[in-house]
């Protein structure tokens, strides 16, 4: 798979000629490289090769519609942050609704206003080139880092994150349209709590020992959840802080929680010590380490462990 070497580059799906003859004049005028297919099943396979920046997609075509087609778009991680706009010449609410329920981000009637079509096509192109930075510069970091929407359905993953799935369910990459069961399993459970910030899950790994913990960190988007996911094996993780900074067993112990994303009241109630504690433990470490805060200790904590 490669990605267009033009920074804005349409995929124009749609069935009639003439309209993909308008489409195309008026997008390579506002210098827009232009994809065409004439049916779903041509954009599937053409987006086998190419990724574009958006997508337009014709609601009624023969054989797979654009609606089946965005639908199986979706379903790809690799394809899921691509804009698609709908145009179609269908008028029933229930149609507009459709094109978002499958993952659609505008809607458009035909025949198509060029002036607006333009419009929208170059907000929503810069809005999805911010998420893939997003995401990019989180593969960049090495976070262990997901997102789904609101049932579960995987949208994303860094690779750092897919290792650590792969040890829960060994063979699985991130090209997979779905999650594997245990792990799908476990996200269903998170989401369905009532307080969904700082919520989280556990699955145990099958290779290796230990367990990985799936905690939300935030609902930022009406239908996307990110998910923090922490590799737990307490007692390896503390023997290797103890051996190599120079902290106290209680300092270590404390440091290791904060490296697994914990707040101080959770750390509390795990080694049985006070909030207050915490806190003086936390100023000791940062002492000793030679650092300023709570992220930078974690940080820290977390290069050590991966070692």
Not at 43 to 49: P, S
Not at 90 to 98: A, F, I, R, Y
Not at 115 to 144: C, F, N, P, Y
């Amino acid at each position: 798979m490669c990605f267009p070497g033009h920074n804005d580059t349409v995929l124009v799906v749609d069935d009639e000629p003439n309209s993909l003859r308008m489409l195309t004049a008026a997008l390579e005028r506002a210098e827009i490289s232009v994809l065409v297919a004439t049916s779903g099943e041509a954009a599937l396979e053409l987006l086998g090769n190419v990724v574009p920046d958006l997508i337009l997609m014709d609601g009624v075509m023969p054989g797979m519609d654009g609606f089946a087609t965005t639908q199986k778009i979706k379903a790809r991680p690799a394809f899921a942050n691509i804009p698609i706009i709908f145009m179609t010449g269908l008028t029933e609410s229930e149609h507009v609704v459709e094109a978002f329920e499958v993952g659609g981000v505008d809607f458009v009637r035909k025949p198509v206003d060029l002036k607006e079509l333009l419009a929208r096509v170059r907000a929503h192109m810069a809005q999805g080139r911010a998420v893939h930075a997003s995401i990019a510069s989180l593969d960049a970091t090495d976070r262990l880092m997901l997102a789904t929407d609101s049932t579960g359905k995987l949208l994303w993953c860094t690779p750092r994150a897919e290792q650590v799935i792969a040890r829960v369910a060994p063979g699985w990459t991130r090209s997979e349209a779905a999650l594997p069961p245990a792990v799908r399993g476990q996200i269903e459970r998170l989401l369905a709590k009532d307080e969904l910030a700082g919520a989280s899950v556990r699955v145990r790994q099958l290779v290796g020992k230990g367990e990985v913990e799936l905690m939300v960190i935030a609902h930022y988007r009406e239908n996307e959840v990110l998910i923090r996911l922490n590799e737990l094996s307490p007692e390896q993780d503390l023997v290797k802080l103890q051996g190599r900074l120079p902290l106290t067993n209680r300092e270590a112990e404390v440091l290791l929680w904060v490296s697994y994303g914990k707040p101080n009241r959770v750390i509390s109630d795990v080694l049985d010590i006070s909030p207050r504690t915490v806190t003086k433990h936390l100023e000791r470490i940062f002492d000793k380490l030679g650092i300023e805060n709570r992220s930078a200790a974690a940080a820290v904590a977390i290069r050590v462990i991966g070692q």
